[in-house]
């Protein structure tokens, strides 16, 4: 879950053997050699439980590692929040519901460094009210029909946050959660996430289609996603929204951005994000 930034430092070059014809300083050096592998032996097996799952990837494998060169975030390292005493965990065989039993507000993704957060978004105790959340879509009618589905379907509270980065990219992401896995399902495979194009319109975006550039590396298990971007011509701005169904949780990730909203962070924020609720 977490990735770990651990380098390994390339091993130095053992030291070269000494001649035959000089037997008191070939022990010394034996000694030495000695030494030095054991080091190395040492080394070696603290460093491959680090290594293990990494050697093997590409950096552009790895959703959270920051690499100035491809146009992702530098997040904090992530960390789920406990369980209480006993709870399983969402896809846990005993967990019929899928509930997120943790704290569904320790559950959103953390703002990246650098970025500027939306206040608004943390709402009254870090709960956000529906109005806020539905605000985010285009026509009253949309938002009317929506929250009667969402009261009819137990809608039970929204965590939030927002933020903006240097570039001028707007994120917000809501976290909505129900009594039910099954009611999440239902919500995402038929209402607000079928798979050409989203099932309403947001608020600021045009026709919208399903990305299929969205890498399967970026995909996280139990948690399915339904991606898109607003087809090109858009206005001022570019908006790409994703829908993630993770238990009895449904995520609404949109990020926008004047000109154009870039894949890779949007990609990064969509895999972090599935993983914190995976």
Known sequence: MNEQRTEIPP??????????????????ILRAVLRWTAAVVVFAAAGAGTAYGITGME????????TASDGRWDYPTLTR??????????FAEENKAGAHYADLRALVLPAP??????????????????????????????????????TDDG?????????????????????????????????FATDVAPYSSPGYQLRGAGDSAADETFPAKARIENVPNSVYAESKPYGAEQVRQGYLSAGD???VIVQSRKGAA??????????LQSELLG
Do not use: C
């Open 262 to 271: 870039k894949s890779v962070p949007f990609r990064q924020t969509v895999a």
């Open 113 to 150: 460094r650098g970025a500027t957060e939306d206040k608004k978004l943390r709402g009254a105790g870090g709960w956000l009210a529906t109005k806020d959340f539905l605000a985010e879509f285009a026509s009253q009618d949309t938002r009317e029909e929506l929250r009667k589905k969402f």
């Open 59 to 66: 950096r552009t494998d790895l959703p959270g590692l920051k």
């Open 249 to 251: 949780v449904l995520a």
């Open 11 to 28: 091993m130095p070059d053992a030291p070269p053997l000494a001649p035959v014809d000089a037997p008191g300083k070939n022990r010394r």
């Open 81 to 90: 929040p406990p369980l209480p005493s006993g709870r399983p965990g969402p």
């Open 155 to 187: 809608l039970r509270h929204i965590a939030a946050r927002g933020w903006r980065t240097p570039d001028g990219t707007r994120t917000r992401v809501y976290l909505l959660q129900f009594g039910t896995a099954a009611v999440v399902d239902d919500l």
